[in-house]
């Protein structure tokens, strides 16, 4: 335990309130970190995109132009393409719904736990009330919720920026 | 306090801890390594692959860990850059610690390393994943030391005592000298028990469990029984099978082949991304039974991925045919597996099976006492099994033999973490041992003998016959002692004495000092054991033999001077010739 906050530090991602929402917290007093260089905004996401570069080709999906092909083509890409980005989402993220119910049935809010006080958990659409917020309503989407992040720590020296390195064959 | 479990294992490594108390859960340890250059993460298994790179391949920080770093990297990456380039990663280290043939303790890995490429030793490489786990476990915990004999790590029931020492050696390298060694089919059972803390209520005095482990290179059989002794049932492990270098990586190459035909010519990159899709597809079509292919894409080299795909497909009948029919095959349970005898091996390459039947070589096992063993549960082991139909296909083939001798079928142990479970089973182990609780008795699990030249006269292109005298009877328990009775051997004080060895996982009965007469077929040539007696050169001395089996499990021969003699008192360690003497 103390060792996911530990890496979910490093990766600078989880905001302290959702730790503490999911009691990580304590694991991460634990084992203070020492001080050092506060990391950039960006680097977590040049950090997942090179990630999903590596592991499942994913800008060069995105930047080919994918009109020339059959749908089969791009079918039969996008199996492996699908499952290694599942891979990365599942070992880097845990991934929980913000409300555990079956779509298409009534919830109250509460079911979002302490969530449900969350500004931005939960967002109502419909018949809203004219005053007041509604206390529950048709579940249409169950929400994502990222209870821990773990991306690999980085070297300092790292230059993020290349996200896929030039591929040179020495013969 | 904190106990340790490490799997060493043919393709991946994995390790577990458990805190004192035998209630305490067994927790996984995930392993920091790097993922990329300049990325370390994390995850549950560190894959057996050592990467070693050049000079200046990457800067220096690129390949730091937390607790240091050099240019010889183990875990996610070095697999991955493997893959890469040409001759720099070494994988299956373990198996060529059990290669007789091949000199262990040599840096001769990779084998396709170019002239002028570094090279490491089996036992070396043994040490850095070693190394590297242990390093990780220090770093993150520095408040909890591991101690020696808190640990347990595992080998296969069939590696021989050489094996055994050379896994224990890279311990000792990598710090940990006393460690405790453990077999992996015991440990699967371990885990199982840890995870089912009812379990001497499944189990009745008499039932016979036997564990299958198919790992990703080497598949393990064992026969653990159930006894009573005072009211309290007790486990005693009463047969392993032979070393069969054969596991899960073997399936997948040879479906990876298969797809490979009816493609483009692939290069080295894309043919082991097509072995990893290969994997993923077998438990996919093994899984679902409505699905007659499952497509297999290689994204282009370029930046051009669906442009420059390269299209396949692995059939489900190609899958039965193979893994089915090529590696399970439904067989009589008088089948034999087909073995040719080995030619001397010329080239330098491991040694594996010529039957790929998993199934053959267990009829084979179970039957090796003349009646076929019938085994009231079966425990799998090893990522093979993931795939339900694989763990059903055995159950059905063993059944299917049991039926034919009367007996209920064997019933399943069910709720085994395939990939987890050794490195649990050793963590739960070490704290058993330090801490009292179940253990498997068994001891040895193998007869050793030394070949005795019989005294004859010369006859000019004869060799004189070798008799074959036994000194470490089967099933010797961990921290006792035996002499070797009626026998004693004059020695040149001086020079080195090397003694013929040879082991056997099949013949139980022989006591130690019995003398046979012809080397019989059973008996396998391991490196032979070599002894040099200190002191005056020229001079003779008379020694008997003596075996130790220390507490943590290795067997060392020892010669002792005659009472009487001039060396009364004085002893001598016999040690194993691994190095090929040169003609």
């Known amino acids: ?64 132009d994918i009109s020339p092909y059959t749908d089969e083509q791009v079918g039969a890409g996008v199996r492996s393409i699908h499952a290694q980005c599942q891979e990365v989402l599942r070992k880097h993220f845990r991934l929980a719904p913000v409300i555990d119910g079956v779509e298409g049935t009534f919830v109250k809010a509460e079911s979002a736990g302490a969530l449900a006080r969350e500004p931005g958990a939960i967002r109502f659409t419909g018949n809203l009330p004219a005053q007041g917020k509604p206390t529950g309503g048709v579940l249409r989407h169950r929400g994502w919720r990222a209870d821990s992040v773990m991306l690999p720590s980085a070297s300092p020296k790292q230059n993020l920026s290349i996200l896929a390195p030039a591929e040179l064959e020495v013969e | 306090m904190r106990y340790f479990g490490i799997d060493l294992g043919t393709t991946n490594c994995a390790a577990a801890s458990a805190a004192a108390g035998p209630d305490a859960p067994v927790e996984q340890f995930a392993v920091p390594q790097l993922v990329a250059p300049g990325e370390v993460f994390a995850e549950t298994v560190l894959p057996s692959a050592l990467y070693l790179a050049a000079e200046e391949e990457f800067p220096p920080e690129a390949l730091e860990l937390p607790w240091g770093g050099g240019r010889c990297i183990a875990g996610r990456f070095a697999a991955r850059r493997g893959a890469e380039t040409l001759g720099r990663l070494v994988t299956s280290a373990k198996s060529w610690l059990s290669a007789t043939q091949a000199e262990r303790t040599a840096p001769i890995l990779p084998t396709n390393a170019p002239p002028g490429l ?48 050379l896994t224990q050696q890279a311990a000792e390298q990598a710090g940990l000298p006393e460690l405790i060694l453990l077999e992996e089919p015991q440990a699967a059972l371990y885990a199982w028990i840890e995870s089912h803390p009812d379990w001497r209520e499944r189990l009745r005095p008499g ?120 590696f399970f095959p439904r067989v009589d349970s008088h089948e034999a597996p087909v073995r040719r005898r080995r030619a001397a091996l010329a080239e330098l390459g491991l040694p594996y099976e010529q039957d790929p039947a998993i199934t053959r070589h267990l009829a084979a096992f179970l039957r090796r006492g003349g009646q076929l063993a019938c085994p009231t549960h079966v425990l799998f082991n090893g990522g093979v099994f ?198």
């Open chain 2, 118 to 165: 570094e090279r490491v030793s089996p036992v070396e490489a043994s040490r850095a994943y070693l190394a590297h786990i242990l390093n990780a476990w220090r770093h993150l915990h520095p408040e909890e030391p591991l101690r020696d004999r808190a640990v347990a790590l595992t080998v296969p029931a069939s590696f021989d005592e050489v094996a055994r020492q």
């Open chain 2, 386 to 583: 993931r795939a339900a139909r694989l763990r059903e296909r055995v159950a059905e083939v063993l059944n299917a033999w049991l039926e034919q001798e009367g007996r209920p079928p064997a019933q399943v142990l069910e709720g085994g973490d395939l990939m987890h479970a050794v490195a649990r089973g050793a963590a739960f182990y070490a704290r058993a041992r330090n801490e009292g609780g179940i253990r498997i008795r068994g001891g040895i699990p193998h007869s050793y003998y030394i070949g005795i030249e019989a005294a004859m006269p010369a006859v000019p292109g004869l060799k004189p016959p070798l008799k074959a005298l036994s000194v470490v009877p089967f099933g010797m328990e961990e921290g006792t002692e035996a002499a070797v009775p009626g026998r004693d051997f004059a020695l040149y004080v001086g020079e080195p004495a090397e003694f013929r060895f040879f082991v056997s996982s099949s013949r139980k009965h022989d006591p130690i000092g019995e003398l046979l007469e012809e080397i019989p077929e059973e008996l396998e040539e391991l490196a032979p054991v070599e002894i040099r007696l200190d002191g005056e050169a020229g001079t003779a001395a008379r020694v008997t033999l003596e075996v130790h089996v220390t507490e943590t499990g290795v067997l060392e021969l020892w010669a002792k001077g005659l009472p009487g003699t001039p060396h009364e008192g004085h002893r001598w360690k016999l040690e194993f010739q691994l190095r090929r003497q040169r003609a």
């Open chain 1, 1 to 64: 335990m103390a060792f996911r906050a530990f890496f979910g530090i490093l990766g600078g991602t989880l905001p302290a309130d959702i730790a503490r929402a999911h009691g990580y917290e304590k694991a991460a007093a634990k084992r203070p970190e020492p001080p050092r260089e506060q990391p950039k905004p960006e680097t977590g996401a040049l950090q997942l995109l090179g990630l999903m570069q590596r592991e499942a080709r994913l800008i060069d999906f995105f930047l080919e």
């Open chain 2, 207 to 326: 039932d016979l469990i036997l564990v299958v482990d198919v790992g990703g290179g080497t598949t393990d059989y064992t026969l653990i029984r159930a006894t009573e002794r005072n009211g309290e049932l007790e486990l005693e492990r009463i047969a392993v099978g032979d070393h069969l270098l054969l596991g899960g990586d073997n399936m997948d190459l040879a479906l990876a082949h298969t797809a490979a035909q009816r493609m483009p010519k692939l290069d080295a990159a894309q043919f082991h991304l097509l072995w990893q899709q290969c994997r993923l597809a077998k438990e996919a079509l093994l899984e679902d039974s409505s699905r007659a292919e499952a497509p297999l894409a290689l994204p282009g080299r370029g930046s051009s991925l669906i442009g420059g795909a390269i299209r396949g497909r692995l059939e489900r009948a190609e899958v039965e045919s193979i893994l089915l029919d090529g």
